[in-house]
Every structure is written in C-alpha cells, then in structure tokens.
C-alpha cells in the first residue's frame, strides 16, 4: 500500500497521520475488529469525484451489522461520510488518481468477545491508486488454505482480522513465485483471490462465483457484471470449478484495488494464447470509464458519481 496523505480522520476531527492512534487494549487491537470499505476517487484537475459512494456507505452498514457493530449506524449518516470524504479529499488537495479507506473500529478497551453496544472510532485515510496486482498478466496459484466459509467469518463483512485468511493465501503464492493466489471452498469451487474477485470467459459468456461461494460481493464485481449485460454479453453467476479455470478462454479479476486485471497462468496452465483477452480488455475500458462517469455503454454510470 502507498504510504497516506498527510491529512486523515480519526474519531471526530481531522488530524496528522502520525496523531491518528488506537490504544493496544482496544477491540480493533486484540481481536481485529473493525470493518472496512476502499473507494477511489478520480482527479481531473479539479475536478474530484467518488465511485459509487452510497454503495460503499451500505457496505460498511451491512458489515457492522453482520458482526454486530450497531454504534456506527447510529452515529453515521450517509449525508455526514459524504461530507467527511469531501472535507478530506480537499485538505489532501491530491493531484492524481486516489484510494480512500474508511474503518470503523470497536475501541472499547479490553472488553472481551463480545461487540454489541461498545462504542466505535471512525477512521479515513488517502493513499494514491496504485493498483495490487499487476495490470498485464496475473499469474495465479490454488491456494493450500482454504477460504472461511460464511458459517464461521461471513466473507461479505470486510472484517479486518478475517484478512488473516487473505495473507496466508497470499503470501504462500508470492513465496512460490505467483502474483496471488486462488481460494477455493470447502467443497472445492472457485472462491476469489486474496483481495479481488474472479470471472473466467467461455465462448461470450463471463462467468463468475456467486454470491454464496464465500465470496466478498463486490462493489467492483457488481459494477463489471452490469457493464457485461449493458454490452450484451451472455452473464452467469453461479459455483465454478477450478478445472474450469484451466480451459477458460480468459480469466481476469476485479476489485477496487485490482481494477480490471487479465490472468494469463493458473497453476503453470496457460490461459487462451497466454494473452490478454478481448473481453477482459472491453470491460477494462468500460470500467475506466465508468470510474469518471463517461461510461460507453447502457449503464447509468453517471449515478455512479459523486462529486466531491
């Protein structure tokens, strides 16, 4: 991750980043606690606008309320994270392309396991949009770990000590000389990747795990899935198995981090002609257009957008 901009809101005021500070006793310390969502926000100028904010706001929501959180509602309007983004962004001042990343943290000190009524701390930071993956090619490997299924750790929570998961995947994938690395369930179906979703190509049709295949439902994957259908491209969601992967014509990944990014190996088995594929590539494109509101295609992108 790129370092944070200098500006960052922590509990109820914007502060410098080395002010920004959670006590070692706090719930968010001892047992992960906190939950989060990940923005960009697209610099033209002056011009600065935030992708599909109101969906990012419900994701925090929906994940507080699968844990437990319930002081973060109570106390956080979508009206008042606009305006906070907005006011940070701002006293930023950035000049290229950003992500924003929001936790609200169970601060409480040492009070157990046990979350309902505790108070929260919100945070809000700005790094620059350098992407995770590479952009060219992703070489991907099947992960030895498999992923928590939803009747332990719900994966539709960005919960952040549920990310353990994510770096033991991960980095046994870059130890073996992979970008990243392929989950797969209980059963043995395709999940995600560490920190983005998947889809593979089958003649036109874009396929991808669904929704209950212990997957993070993406604001990213939702937003290609659209972009897809408005193209006029056959589109099914459902269990996907991993030999799938190898006779695909392409597999690529998306996430707010990854952006649209083509894989071209999985497990030493090249994928298509070992090129970027054309569908990946058209949705790439649409997709960039569609983080400015200027898509091409059916979509309302421009409800997409909020100006900031």
Same mark, same amino acid.
């Given at each position: 991750?790129?370092?944070?901009?200098?500006?960052?809101?922590? %509990?109820?005021?914007?502060?410098?980043?080395?002010?920004?500070?959670?006590?070692?006793?706090?719930?968010?310390?001892?047992?992960?606690?906190?939950?989060?969502?990940?923005?960009?926000?697209?610099?033209? %100028?002056?011009?600065?606008?935030?992708?599909?904010?109101?969906?990012?706001?419900?994701?925090?929501?929906?994940?507080?309320?699968?844990?437990?959180?319930?002081?973060?509602?109570?106390?956080?309007?979508?009206?008042?994270?606009?305006?906070?983004?907005?006011?940070?962004?701002?006293?930023?001042?950035?000049?290229?392309?950003?992500?924003?990343?929001?936790?609200?943290?169970?601060?409480?000190? *040492?009070?157990?396991?046990?979350?309902?009524?505790?108070?929260?701390? *919100?945070?809000?930071?700005?790094?620059?949009?350098?992407?995770?993956?590479?952009?060219?090619?992703?070489?991907?490997?099947?992960?030895?770990?498999?992923?928590?299924?939803?009747?332990?750790?719900?994966?539709?929570?960005?919960?952040?000590?549920?990310?353990?998961?994510?770096?033991?995947?991960?980095?046994?994938?870059?130890?073996?000389?992979?970008?990243?690395?392929?989950?797969?369930?209980?059963?043995?179906?395709?999940?995600?990747?560490?920190?983005?979703?998947?889809?593979?190509?089958?003649?036109?049709?874009?396929?991808?795990?669904?929704?209950?295949? /212990?997957?993070? /439902?993406?604001?990213?994957?939702?937003?290609?899935?659209?972009?897809?259908?408005?193209?006029?491209?056959?589109?099914?969601?459902?269990? *996907?198995?991993?030999?799938?992967?190898?006779?695909?014509?392409?597999?690529?990944?998306?996430?707010?981090?990854? %952006?649209?990014?083509?894989?071209?190996?999985?497990?030493?088995? *090249?994928?298509?002609? %070992?090129?970027?594929?054309?569908?990946?590539?058209?949705?790439?494109?649409?997709?960039?257009?569609?983080?400015?509101?200027?898509?091409?295609?059916?979509?309302?992108?421009?409800?997409?957008?909020?100006?900031?």
């Amino acid at each position: 991750m790129a370092d944070p901009y200098p500006r960052v809101f922590f %509990g109820d005021q914007i502060v410098d980043v080395d002010q920004a500070r959670l006590s070692v006793a706090t719930s968010a310390v001892l047992y992960g606690l906190s939950v989060y969502t990940v923005f960009p926000v697209q610099v033209d %100028g002056e011009r600065r606008t935030a992708f599909r904010l109101a969906d990012h706001y419900q994701r925090l929501l929906e994940s507080c309320k699968i844990i437990g959180i319930d002081r973060f509602a109570q106390e956080w309007t979508f009206e008042r994270f606009e305006a906070l983004a907005r006011i940070l962004v701002a006293e930023n001042a950035p000049e290229t392309d950003v992500f924003v990343r929001v936790s609200v943290h169970v601060d409480e000190l *040492v009070p157990g396991t046990r979350v309902r009524g505790l108070p929260v701390t *919100v945070s809000m930071f700005v790094y620059d949009a350098v992407p995770i993956v590479p952009q060219d090619g992703m070489r991907l490997k099947t992960s030895q770990w498999r992923r928590i299924p939803d009747g332990a750790i719900p994966s539709r929570a960005k919960v952040n000590g549920a990310y353990v998961n994510s770096v033991l995947a991960k980095q046994d994938a870059i130890d073996a000389g992979y970008d990243d690395a392929i989950f797969l369930d209980g059963a043995g179906h395709v999940c995600e990747l560490s920190a983005a979703n998947i889809f593979l190509v089958r003649g036109d049709t874009v396929i991808t795990p669904d929704v209950a295949s /212990d997957i993070l /439902d993406g604001i990213n994957r939702r937003t290609v899935l659209a972009l897809a259908e408005a193209e006029g491209l056959p589109v099914a969601e459902r269990a *996907v198995d991993l030999t799938e992967l190898y006779i695909a014509d392409e597999v690529f990944v998306t996430g707010t981090s990854a %952006g649209v990014a083509p894989v071209v190996e999985v497990d030493g088995r *090249v994928i298509g002609d %070992g090129e970027p594929g054309p569908v990946a590539a058209r949705l790439r494109e649409l997709h960039a257009a569609a983080l400015r509101g200027e898509s091409t295609s059916r979509v309302g992108a421009a409800d997409w957008i909020t100006e900031l």
